[in-house]
Nanobody, 123 residues
Framework: QVQLAESGGGLVQAGGSLRLSCAAS????????TGWFRQAPGKGREFVAA?????????YTDDSVHGRFTISRTNDKTTVYLQMNSLKPDDTAVYYC???????????????WGQGTQVTVSS
């Protein structure tokens, strides 16, 4: 059974940076894509970014994130990162890591989910 564990969330001032980590265990992960979603208070869960198994392809939700956030993955494919720079109060949310066994990337991806890590950006 694949398990995902996020870490790295916290409280940061606007303009600051955080790096989220997602450690995967319990499976071979061959062909899996991984990604990040977030859920702000009172809103639904939204796609943020994803990276393919080979790490060649990366997808971001839109320009509001792309350019500030960068998704990456270790060579052994067990850890995925989300580097978040120039954070804004609107980025405040619980951030979830997900893995997709079919390699899907985007809003419909996600067979396995972590518990989430809170990111709070103060103005």
């Amino acid at each position: 059974q694949v398990q995902l564990a996020e870490s790295g969330g916290g409280l940061v001032q606007a303009g600051g940076s955080l790096r989220l980590s997602c450690a995967a265990s319990g499976g071979t992960f061959s062909g899996y894509s991984t990604g990040w979603f977030r859920q702000a208070p009172g809103k639904g869960r939204e796609f943020v970014a994803a990276i393919s198994w080979s790490a060649v392809k990366r997808v971001y939700t839109d320009d509001s994130v792309h350019g500030r956030f960068t998704i990456s993955r270790t060579n052994d494919k067990t850890t995925v990162y989300l580097q978040m720079n120039s954070l804004k109060p609107d980025d405040t949310a619980v951030y979830y890591c997900t893995a997709d066994s079919l390699g899907k990337m985007g809003a419909t991806m996600g067979d396995y989910w972590g518990q989430g890590t809170q990111v709070t950006v103060s103005s």
